[in-house]
């Protein structure tokens, strides 16, 4: 058995450099070598006729398109989090009142822009 059998076998399947677990693929993106899993989710007709659309219109496959789709989706709900805690932490008045002198320390020490040559 070649080595790929032997992967196959033991449940690790090869693309490139990385391994992937059984029921898992790994492909080569303009990113990076990923593992991905395959998934059946249920999805109103018209909503998948939708999305065929607009990852036709952009000349990508479904999977492709949806996986696009998410990634965005689950980075605006991070960096929606982050923001939330950032405006906590800001809205502390201690905090904000430590920011403030910070400023303007740091804008006392440096040139004056007016005067400043670009």
Do not use: H
Not at 37 to 54: G, M, N, W, Y
Not at 81 to 86: A, G, K, V
Not at 95 to 102: K, L, P, W, Y
């Amino acid at each position: 058995m070649g080595a790929a059998g032997a992967n196959l076998a033991s449940g690790i399947l090869r693309a490139g450099a990385t391994r992937c677990a059984v029921g898992t693929k790994g492909v080569n993106t303009n990113r990076s070598t990923m593992a991905l899993r395959k998934t059946a989710i249920a999805i109103p007709e018209s909503l998948l006729a939708d999305v065929d659309r607009s990852a036709r219109e952009r000349g990508e496959s479904r999977s492709r398109y949806i996986t696009r789709v998410l990634e965005v989706a689950v980075r605006a709900r991070r960096d929606a989090e982050i923001t939330r805690r950032l405006d906590a932490l800001f809205a502390d008045p201690d905090v904000s009142a430590e920011q403030s002198r910070g400023g303007r320390l740091l804008d006392a020490s440096g040139p004056l822009w007016e005067t400043e040559r670009w």
